[in-house]
T-cell receptor, first 113, second 116 residues
Framework: AQSVTQLGSHVSVSEGALVLLRCNYS??????LFWYVQYPNQGLQLLLK??????LVKGINGFEAEFKKSETSFHLTKPSAHMSDAAEYFC???????????FGSGTQLTVLP | GAGVSQSPRYKVAKRGQDVALRCDPI?????LFWYQQALGQGPEFLTY????????KSGLPSDRFFAERPEGSVSTLKIQRTQQEDSAVYLC??????????????FGEGSWLTVV
């Protein structure tokens, strides 16, 4: 079975600083990996996904993530945080013929002025 | 519609009451999912439909939970004899194809259920 671990339930950065949200996965077969963002009282919006093409994936709003098989990681980064990036971020995995996503417990990002 | 639509957005139920949550997926989407998101947690899979067929209900927590999608479009999640631990956000999601991993899944805004 696959699983996802998000290190750090809360991350705070200053506006303009680097954003780094960590995600490690566990899977016995090559995974598909996703990052979703959830703003207050809203549903989940896809930021980016890895589906075995390029290991560096660029998403919306300036976010990107790099798939590192040797580290079983898929960390999310953004060079310069903006106040509007404050939200909860979820990493998710699916493998093989599984149809559903398995989510991590989420990381709440706070951006300080 | 343009996105996945869910209703009601907010529901307060007395313990023991039955509730029904509706999901209207993106038009033409084959796959439909229900997830449960407890406060401070990530979403957890409940059940999956491909058109009208419920192919996976392994995540339903008890036989009080029932889902249907009789005509392959709108889906209803029904919870009988609600209990306090059922309080959560129920997310519906859809995907254009019936195939599997790697496909983008589009989420609705959720139905917030509070059982008092």
């Amino acid at each position: 079975a696959q699983s996802v671990t998000q290190l750090g339930s809360h991350v705070s950065v200053s506006e303009g600083a680097l954003v780094l949200l960590r995600c490690n996965y566990s899977s016995s077969v090559p995974p598909y990996l996703f990052w979703y963002v959830q703003y207050p009282n809203q549903g989940l919006q896809l930021l980016l996904k890895y589906t075995s093409a390029a290991t560096l994936v660029k998403g919306i709003n300036g976010f990107e993530a790099e798939f590192k098989k040797s580290e079983t990681s898929f960390h999310l980064t953004k060079p310069s945080a903006h106040m509007s990036d404050a939200a909860e971020y979820f990493c998710a995995v699916s493998v093989g013929s599984a149809r559903q996503l398995t989510f991590g417990s989420g990381t709440q990002l706070t951006v300080l002025p | 519609g343009a996105g996945v639509s869910q209703s009601p957005r907010y529901k307060v139920a007395k313990r023991g009451q039955d509730v029904a949550l509706r999901c209207d997926p993106i038009s033409g989407h084959v796959s439909l999912f229900w997830y449960q998101q407890a406060l401070g947690q990530g979403p957890e899979f409940l059940t999956y439909f491909q058109n009208e067929a419920q192919l996976d209900k392994s995540g339903l927590p008890s036989d009080r939970f029932f889902a249907e999608r009789p005509e392959g479009s709108v889906s209803t999640l029904k919870i009988q004899r609600t209990q306090q631990e059922d309080s959560a956000v129920y997310l519906c999601a859809s995907s254009p194809r019936g195939s599997t991993s790697g496909n983008t899944i589009y989420f609705g805004e959720g139905s917030w259920l509070t059982v008092v």
